[in-house]
């Protein structure tokens, strides 16, 4: 069993800042690719940020430059830096990680987190 536990999310205005993270846990052998996706109402889920290594990295195009990825290898933890907060940004982000788990050494599976409100005020 593989648990994702967000935090970080908030009701900032525009222009501010938020740091998000997300924290793996439970029976996990390796950690591939970790990232983040956001959902606004009414939209499809999309992506924001993955990454595998601090020099593999993929953003969406309305993020880059304002948001940076990272990640604690240590501390199973994923990180979105989130800088000049724009009222699109306003989502709920969700983690997202593909891993292996102990008793399921073999495969490879993705797994989700529940999400973390972001508010922008105008």
């Known amino acids: 069993q593989v648990q994702l536990v967000e935090s970080g999310g908030g009701l900032v205005q525009a222009g501010e800042s938020l740091r998000l993270s997300c924290a793996a846990s439970?029976?996990?052998?390796?950690?591939?690719?970790m990232g983040w996706y956001r959902q606004a109402p009414g939209n499809q889920r999309e992506l924001v940020a993955t990454?595998?290594?601090?020099?593999?990295?993929n953003y969406a195009d309305s993020v880059k430059g304002r948001f940076t990825i990272s990640r604690d290898n240590a501390k199973s933890t994923v990180y979105l830096q989130m800088n000049s907060l724009k009222p699109e940004d306003t989502a709920v982000y969700y983690c997202?990680?593909?891993?292996?788990?102990?008793?399921?050494?073999?495969?490879?599976?993705?797994?989700w987190g529940q999400g973390t409100q972001v508010n922008v005020s105008s």
């Open positions: 997202y990680v593909q891993c292996r788990s102990y008793t399921h050494i073999s495969v490879w599976r993705d797994y």
């Open positions: 439970g029976s996990i052998f390796e950690i591939n690719r």
């Open positions: 990454i595998i290594t601090s020099s593999i990295t």
